[in-house]
T-cell receptor
Framework: DGGITQSPKYLFRKEGQNVTLSCEQN?????MYWYRQDPGQGLRLIYY???????QKGDIAEGYSVSREKKESFPLTVTSAQKNPTAFYLC???????????FGSGTRLTVV | GQQLNQSPQSMFIQEGEDVSMNCTSS?????WLWYKQDPGEGPVLLIA?????ELTSNGRLTAQFGITRKDSFLNISASIPSDVGIYFC???????????FGTGTRLKVLA
């Protein structure tokens, strides 16, 4: 079955460390997205990519970086420059045209 | 970044009651989506709307694309305990890949 997979489900990071969250999809979707969700809040866009080797900053890109070397993969790195990284991170993808997002099951990142 | 105004923010209802929620935007959209998110999981698409005035159902759920193209509504009939979760609206303007999300409506159903 096609889908979008995020790993790990839970991630703990020490202050000052970089961590990378994985997002893989086998839906042959063109566009991929990273969102951050804080308790009681909606989804805020971090980065998105419409095609391989190209990506754009979203509303809260500071302290994050991404790459899109393959159509299937869109990893997110949370750098030490991100001052408040504890949150639930969601990856999504969509195909070209007027379609909704398919979301992964999320990664909960906690700074310890 | 823009977020859509979604109301109510939260609601407690009795099992069997009907539920209504809405989402408004300052911009015109050509697509509206409604998602449900269970705790600790990613949102799941419930209903997609593509035309102003469109009314679409998915089981006990019915959603409408507002005539002004700046709002959308979701109704849940005869609520059951598994309806508990957060419901998000999302809208997208023509010519963009990005959806803008509402702040969510947290639904709790009392058995």
């Amino acid at each position: 079955d096609g889908g979008i997979t995020q790993s790990p489900k839970y991630l703990f990071r020490k202050e000052g460390q970089n961590v990378t969250l994985s997002c893989e999809q086998n839906l042959n979707h063109d566009a991929m997205y990273w969102y951050r969700q804080d308790p009681g809040q909606g989804l805020r866009l971090i980065y998105y990519s419409q095609i391989v080797n190209d990506f754009q900053k979203g509303d809260i890109a500071e302290g994050y970086s991404v790459s899109r070397e393959k159509k299937e993969s869109f990893p997110l790195t949370v750098t030490s420059a991100q001052k408040n990284p504890t949150a639930f991170y969601l990856c999504a993808s969509t195909r070209e045209g007027n379609y909704g997002y398919t979301f992964g099951s999320g990664t909960r990142l906690t700074v310890v | 970044g823009q977020q859509l105004n979604q109301s109510p923010q939260s609601m407690f209802i009795q099992e069997g009651e009907d539920v209504s929620m809405n989402c408004t935007s300052s911009s015109i959209f050509n697509t509206w989506l409604w998602y449900k998110q269970d705790p600790g999981e990613g949102p799941v698409l419930l209903i997609a709307l593509y035309k102003a005035g469109e009314l679409t159902s998915n089981g006990r759920l019915t959603a409408q694309f507002g005539i002004t193209r700046k709002d959308s509504f979701l109704n849940i009939s005869a609520s059951i305990p598994s309806d508990v979760g957060i419901y998000f609206c999302a809208g997208r303007a023509s010519g963009t890949y990005k959806y803008i999300f509402g702040t969510g409506t947290r639904l709790k159903v009392l058995a």
